[in-house]
């Protein structure tokens, strides 16, 4: 269980990232496969979930080992990136017809899905995870964004400076260790 | 709605006669199911829904196909053939690839269509199959047409073997379908026309009316070919045993067997191929290969045969294919309609309860006289039955509502369709891959599509083969059947359906799906998604050996990735940050992801070249991201690692290297190599610098840059001979420049050949300077992972030039040869408004090397080059070599040193002088300016003969040096030489570490004396606090202008002072009459009042003072006078009245305190205590100064009150008033305004009385001395006795005194004078008698300068006895009687 974070500056530039292995089990949602649904309505959109992050996020469980972008290090850290990167073209329709700051699941590319989180500032924080974790994933960032923040009021910081505090940084982790 | 796609057309099948087969050969015809798949699609066909309505169809696509192929593909088992279609397409594709690559890079067509070659390619494979499948029936023949020619012996005959040959089809394949007989009847048929039509007519009769005959021409030369529309590729039969021992037959319409992975990239290249013909020209190809004759897509038939064929197929559709479909569905659907409503669910269960037949078993098709339909109807029945209990799998045939659905579907009757696809999915028995195609575009079809997927297969990494090939044609049917549009709009998305049809599976179907949906998303503008799946797809291609796609896809990555959306940011932004939008850089390990990628492709597909300059790509660094180092779990223990960064930059390198020693194994070209350029350079040019020989000395610079300008200003009045730059290197001696060589890679790595590239400047212009240079080359160094190191570079030349320094070369890795530049950047420029507002920058600055002739070279050097260690105060003598290492003597030599810095340079006649006999006392002269010492001409007429230091010739100069402070410092010596007076100086340095210990410390104090002969007391108190044990004090001198002192006891304390003892002498301090102060009191109120009054300081030194020196010592005392130590008492003195009048006046400028301040003031007294360690012949002295005797009278009072009253000049500046104050501030509290009562009064006290007290009281004189210790004003007094009414502190002791007789006494005293006052007590009782109980009035007279001999006062002063005076008188009662 991994999980990747990314700073993004309104023009994209990553600023700052951070890898985080969950210790936590692995929260295998209950909803079963769609296709084991008897009948399902087109008409309500409760389905739409379930088809899109449940049903697949529940195999997963069964094959930790699936697809070809398992984290290895240097090697395939630029798909990693590569995923956070095209995500935001979702995030970028997305923001367009929702002002909200936590946009929850917008992308979803093999097992990875990503949350993102926009500041009022245009800064974009994505995560990259595997599980579906919503609650978690919304305090992590909200606290992610208070240390942001306390970083930004730095006269000395401006927009496309690397976040390098190593206070934010441990904060960071000792934010991720308890929300995700 | 978009036309349906082909694959979901009605399927027929062709069973031929052997002798139609060779009709057709001979007449260079394809088989007769080629033929007639030619005239497919049909134009402006009409069909008629179940409510009767017309559905009209621009064009109606049939299928055909061969029986036999079909019978051979259903006996095969399902999963070998569906992996065996993956791999034949993998290998169509990676045939191909090579060349749609090149043609796609040269038209860049599918960018716009949203069609590339490989697309349409998977899609074709995918279409063209027509094996009938266990889970859906759109390849279950609809009709069976068998087909006999009339060359035949017995034609009646073959139609009877036909319709007697029993189809081998499974049992899961729908046998509801129709059997058409078709008569061929050549012209060269042996038949003539009229017994054709009675064989026609034979045939109806025994066969029904699905029969046609069909009249060919076929001429015998086959005519010209007509071009018809490609066939679909199909799926080769698998080689059976016999053809593996024997060479198959060439076949005609499949493609060629798969190459082997390795071979692909070469072999294409040699095939001529278009994009709008490459479809399948490979079959054509073998076919013209073996025929010897253009074929291409054409059929060589007769225009009348094409008719005669056309109005076949039209008549076969209309006639016999769609009536037979209508009406299938109209019955199918009376059944279907029925069980979904209400009463006739119950009618059905009233059926069913009471065991009638079920409503599908009344059905009885229209053809009941044709007994295979009849057959065929009874086993529909059945299976209806069973099908629906079991679902789609199994061994029965797809149920009668998913034929009823297909039927519909291909019929056009959208809406029975629908309903009924929805009902079978409702039932979970599939559809939900057909609806998207039929129903209006909402978010609702991707979760169709979705489900689709997932009824297919639950999501695993690896599915098996033929569920691919399932998803696979899902997936075409929906790039086909849905509009574009549509497809792509934000409720479909249906890239996403092709990326979940991709799933994980590393085929190169997979690859090519995501590299269709990443076109697609491209087609949407969402470029980076896009850019994703091209690499994803490179991935996948990239395991199936597709090269030459896989670097395309990469190479569409990378474009799209680098070219990014557009940004919605405010221009301003740009702006503020300070940025270029062109200067983005955004993930900094995606671009050397997929660069690596792609070098290492360039590299295996052997274009090398390509590969280095990708790889040298790679090497650059971005520092835009802070990445969070990842802890690495060990032991259960956190830690930081460190490893992965350096992990992709040893690969990368390992790579570059690979790959340049291939290049240079084979080509190695120097040409090429010029172009590889390092994305980085290893040259800091800011850490570049000459290094010469003469500057192979401490110091700092500051230091040196401070004794240069003390140096100019000096010589400034002296003459105009400039110092020449001392940074200059000679003609061929040897110097360096030090390079910053920086790894900015995470890896180790080698450099060599390292050298510098220098060129001359002349006239500002720049001339390669190899001839005169040499430059040494380092051939080898290893630079650790972001090491940084300075090395430097020996250069020497040949002639006088000045070098400029413009690049460093070297190899990097020893392979790559590269120069990097060692200009920094000029300054910014803010001159013009333009400058301002954009970066301008001036021209580059690069280091520069003078090299001047070596005409006057001066080497100086330490004798003893060693750490110094000194004792405070010592005086140590050390020797300096000077050697003339130029060509032209030396005449004159200067030496500057620090202003701190006491320095004696000891010459012949100095050291005559210092044995003169000396005296107890003496007096010297001092100029009495804390001027700094200048620099001082080393007199090389007294050393050397010729007065000069010839060329190779040297001298030794002794130097004392005096260190008082106890510190770590580094003596820094600048000399400045020359040959003869028209000639400019050169500089020579030289610098020696030195390291003060403390010695003594030493305090002196003062008090009024109490002895009427002196006027005060000095205590001098002298302890060691050094580790030295022999430390001997051998001489004590007093200096002052205005003071003498005589020891009160005799020299006994001189000798050796131990380590932590004290030693401690008194001294009697008197006016010294001789002692001058007026002239330089008169100077410095002259010069505080122009401070005060703002006007600007003369430049007049103060006049000089003589100074009286009194010394003891045990035997012939040292004279001050010896030039050495006079000299190093000025100096300690002008350090201490430097750092004291430095530190109160800081905002008198230091420069001008020479000019304010004299050096003594009049009433300053110092010691100079002389000191000896004589087990080591060493020795020294320290002063203690800052005592100050005497009274002061203020004497700056009128005018810093005038200063005050003076109106007050309105200053915008509140630091201005505030400095103004703090000046006056400290002038007032400075020595030179003090002021004090003059008068010290003493009671002459501890008088023992004895006194008969029978007798009465006793009356005793108390005497009182008053002193007036002001050297300049009388003073008068008044001393007034009276009752102690004060509390006295200790109540109980002392009695209050009881004066008697006179209680005033008046008198004047002139400075330094002494009056004694005898007032009376009456003591009337034993006891001690406390002195208290008078009090002097003081008045400080002062003699006014304007009126002659008028006095006024100047100070008033009121002093009474001390609270804890202890004075007193005892008397004690004796009894005489």
Not at chain 2, 106 to 116: C, F, M, P, Y
Not at chain 2, 815 to 829: E, F, Q
Not at chain 2, 1341 to 1358: I, Q
């Amino acid at each position: 269980m991994s999980h990747h974070l990314f700073l993004l500056s309104p023009t994209d530039t990553p600023l700052y990232s951070l890898t985080h292995y969950s210790s936590k089990p692995t929260q295998s949602t209950a909803s079963p496969l769609s296709s084991n649904l008897p009948s399902w309505s087109t008409s309500a959109f409760a389905g739409t979930l379930t088809a899109l992050s449940g049903a697949s996020s529940a195999t997963q469980a069964h094959h930790p080992q699936a697809g070809a972008v398992r984290l290895g290090g240097g090697q395939d850290r630029h798909v990693i990136q590569m995923i956070a990167n095209a995500s935001l073209d979702v995030i970028e329709e997305v923001m367009r017809r929702d002002s909200a700051m936590y946009l929850k699941s917008v992308d979803k590319f093999n097992e990875w899905t990503v949350s993102a989180f926009i500041t009022p500032g245009n800064f974009k924080f994505l995560l990259l995870h595997e599980a579906k974790n919503d609650e978690g994933i919304r305090s992590f960032f909200n606290e992610v964004w208070e240390l942001y923040v306390k970083t930004m009021l730095n006269p000395f910081h401006t927009m496309h400076t690397p976040i390098r505090s190593p206070v934010f940084d441990s904060r960071v982790r000792a934010s991720a260790k308890k929300c995700l | 709605m978009a036309p349906l796609p082909y694959s979901l057309s009605p399927h027929v099948c062709i069973l031929s006669s052997p002798d139609l087969e060779s009709l057709l050969v001979s007449s260079s015809l394809p088989p007769l199911s080629q033929i007639l798949q030619s005239f497919s699609p049909l134009p402006n066909v009409n069909t008629r829904s179940t409510a009767l309505t017309t559905v009209s169809h621009a064009s109606f696509p049939l299928r055909f196909s061969d029986l036999a192929e079909v019978e051979a593909a259903c006996k095969e088992d399902e999963e070998i053939r569906a992996s065996r279609t993956l791999d034949w397409i993998g290998a169509r594709i990676a045939k191909r690839s090579a060349k749609w690559v090149e043609d796609e890079e040269r038209i860049k067509a599918g960018e716009s269509v949203g069609r590339t070659p490989w697309w349409d390619e998977l899609r074709r494979c995918a279409e063209g199959d027509h094996t009938p499948s266990r889970i859906e029936g759109w390849n279950h023949p609809v009709a069976v047409v068998l087909a006999v020619s009339t060359t035949a012996p017995n034609p009646l005959q073959a139609v009877t073997a036909l319709h007697s040959r029993p189809l081998e089809l499974p049992p899961w394949v729908d046998s509801n379908y129709i059997k058409y007989t078709l008569i061929v009847h050549p012209e060269n048929s042996p038949l003539s026309d009229e017994e054709a039509g009675a064989l026609f007519n034979a045939v109806k009769k025994q066969y029904g009316l699905h029969a046609h005959i069909l009249p060919l021409s076929l001429p015998s030369p086959p005519p010209p070919p007509v071009p018809v529309p490609a066939p679909y590729p199909r799926l080769p039969a698998p080689p059976s045993p016999e053809s593996l021992l024997s060479p198959p037959p060439p076949p005609i319409f499949s493609a060629p067997p798969t190459p082997q992975p390795g071979a692909m990239g070469s072999s294409l290249s040699t095939q001529e191929m278009s994009f709008a013909t490459s479809l399948d020209v490979v079959a054509a190809m073998q076919e013209e290969e073996r025929t010897g004759k253009p074929v291409g897509n054409s059929l060589r038939m007769h225009e009348k045969d094409i008719q005669m064929m056309a109005r076949f197929v039209r008549e076969f559709l209309i006639m016999s294919v769609i009536p037979f479909m209508e009406r299938c569905t109209i019955e199918w659907n009376e059944s279907f309609s029925s069980t979904r409503r209400l009463p006739s669910r119950l009618f059905s269960s009233t059926r069913r309860l009471f065991g009638s037949s079920t409503p599908s078993s009344s059905y009885t098709p229209g053809h009941a006289s044709t007994p295979s339909t009849s057959s065929v109807a009874s086993r529909s029945s059945t299976s209806s039955i069973t099908g629906g209990a079991n679902g789609a799998h199994g061994l029965v045939p797809p149920s009668q509502y998913r034929r009823l659905a297909e039927f519909a579907t291909i019929l056009g009757d959208i809406k029975l369709a629908v309903s009924v696809w929805e009902s079978l999915r409702k039932d979970g028995k599939g559809g939900s891959d057909i609806l998207p195609l039929l129903l209006a575009p909402s978010p609702a079809l991707a979760l169709h599509a979705q489900h689709a997927l997932n009824t297919l297969h639950p999501p695993s990494p690896d599915p098996p083969a033929h569920i691919q090939v399932r998803a696979l044609i899902y997936a075409v049917r929906w790039t086909m059947g849905i509009n574009l549009q549509d497809y792509l709009s934000s409720a479909l998305e249906g890239e996403r359906w092709l990326v979940s049809t991709a799933g994980s599976a590393e085929e190169p179907h997979s690859a090519l799906l995501l590299a269709h949906a990443a076109l697609l998303s491209s087609m949407k503008y969402a470029k980076r998604r896009a850019a994703l799946w091209y690499l994803f797809a490179a991935n996948r291609l990239e395991k199936c050996g597709v090269r030459p796609l896989t670097m395309y896809f990469l190479r569409k990555a990378h474009s799209l990735y680098v070219s990014g959306p557009q940004k919605e940011l405010s221009p301003s932004l740009w702006d503020s940050e300070d940025r270029s939008p062109a200067a983005w850089e955004g993930f900094g390990d995606i671009k050397p992801g997929i660069e690596h990628a792609l070098g290492r492709l360039l590299y295996t597909t052997g274009d090398i070249e390509g590969a280095i300059t990708a790889f040298l790509g790679l090497l650059r660094r971005s520092s835009t991201c802070y990445v969070s180092p990842q802890p690495v779990v060990t032991n259960g223990k956190a830690l930081e690692s460190t490893a992965n960064p350096s992990a992709t930059d040893r690969i990368y390198l390992e790579d570059f290297r690979v790959a340049f020693k291939h290049f240079l194994a084979t080509d190695g070209e120097e040409g090429k190599m010029a172009n590889w350029k390092l994305p980085f350079s290893f040259c800091n040019p800011r850490q570049t610098k000459i290094r010469l020989p003469s500057q192979g000395v401490g110091g700092r610079k500051t230091v040196w840059e401070s004794r240069e300008t003390q140096w100019e200003s000096f010589w400034k009045s002296k003459g105009n001979s400039r110092l020449e730059n001392s940074g200059k290197a000679a003609v061929n001696e040897t110097f360096w420049v030090d390079i910053e060589l920086h790894n900015p890679l995470d890896v180790e790595v080698n450099l060599s050949d390292i050298t510098v590239i220098a060129q001359e400047q002349r006239s500002r212009n720049l001339e390669a300077a190899d001839d005169i240079l040499e430059a040494e080359v380092i051939e080898d160094i290893i630079l650790g992972a972001q090491e940084s190191r300075s090395i430097p570079l020996a250069l020497k030349v040949t002639r006088p030039a000045t070098l400029v320094i413009t690049h460093a070369r070297y190899k990097f890795l020893s392979l790559l040869p590269a120069t990097d530049s060692i200009a920094k950047r000029g300054r910014r420029l803010q001159e013009t408004a333009l400058q301002r507002q954009s970066k301008t920058y001036a021209p580059d600055v690069f280091v520069q090397a003078d090299v001047e002739d070596a005409s006057q070279r001066l080497r100086v050097n330490f004798v003893d080059d060693g750490g110094l260690v000194m004792a405070q105060g010592e005086c140590k003598r050390m020797k300096l070599w000077f050697s003339n290492s130029g060509t032209k003597p030396i005449r004159e030599l200067w030496m500057v040193a620090g202003d701190e810095d006491e320095l004696w340079v000891e010459t012949a006649d100095a050291a005559e002088s210092s044995s003169k006999p000396s005296v107890a006392s003496e007096v010297i002269s001092s100029r009495n300016s804390f001027a700094a010492g200048e620099p001082f001409r080393i007199p090389l007429d007294t050393l050397t003969k010729s007065s000069s230091i010839e060329s190779g010739q040297s001298i030794e100069v002794t130097v004392v040096f005096h260190a008082e402070k106890p510190l770590n410092d580094e003596l820094c010596l600048l000399f400045a030489f020359r040959e003869t007076e028209d000639q400019p100086f050169h500089s020579a340095r030289v610098s020696r570490h030195y390291e003060v210990n403390t010695t003594f410390r030493a305090n002196a104090t003062s008090r009024p004396s109490w002895s009427p002969d002196y006027l005060y007391l000095i205590d001098l108190e002298v302890e060691n606090v050094s580790s030295y044990g022999d430390l001997h004090l051998s001489q004590i001198t007093t200096l002052s202008p205005t003071w003498t002192c005589s020891p009160v006891s005799a020299e006994d304390s001189l000798g050796p002072v131990h380590v932590n003892q004290t030693a401690r002498f008194y001294f009697n301090a008197d006016r010294w009459e001789e002692g001058k102060a007026e002239e330089t009191l008169q100077f410095v109120h002259k010069k505080l009042g122009d401070i005060l009054r703002s006007r600007p300081i003369e430049q007049t030194s103060p006049p000089p003072i003589r100074l009286l020196c009194n010394h003891i010592a045990k035997d012939q005392p040292r004279s001050v006078q010896d030039p050495s130590t006079h000299h190093f008492v000025h100096s300690s003195r002008r350090n201490f009245a430097a750092r004291a009048t430095a530190a109160q006046h800081p905002y008198i400028p230091a420069s001008s305190h020479p000019y304010v301040f004299p050096l003594y003031s009049p009433a300053t007294l110092d010691v100079v205590i002389f000191w000896e360690i004589p087990s080591q012949q060493r020795y020294g002295h320290i002063s203690v100064s800052g005592l100050l005797l005497g009274a002061g009278h203020a004497a700056l009072t009128e005018v810093i009150e005038e200063a005050e009253s003076e109106k007050v000049k309105r200053s915008m500046y509140a630091e201005t008033h505030r400095e103004r104050q703090q000046v006056l501030e400290a002038i007032r509290a400075s020595e030179w305004n003090a002021e004090m009562n003059p008068v010290v009064v003493r009671v002459e006290d501890g008088q023992q009385l004895q006194h008969d007290f029978a007798k009465g009281g006793y009356l005793t004189p108390v005497t009182f001395v008053l002193r007036n210790y002001s050297v300049t004003h009388p003073a008068r007094f008044v001393l007034r006795l009276k009752q102690d009414n004060t509390p006295a502190q200790s109540p109980s002791i002392l009695l209050p005194p009881q004066y008697s007789g006179r209680l005033a006494y008046r008198g004047r005293l002139e400075p330094s004078q002494l009056a004694t006052v005898r007032a009376k007590m009456w003591l009337s009782r034993p006891g001690a008698y406390a002195l208290r109980g008078w009090q002097v009035e003081t008045e400080v007279e002062e003699v006014d300068s304007d009126e002659k001999g008028r006095k006024r006062t100047r100070h008033r002063y009121l002093q009474g006895p001390a609270l804890a005076d202890r004075s007193c008188i005892v008397i004690t009662n004796v009894n005489s009687g």
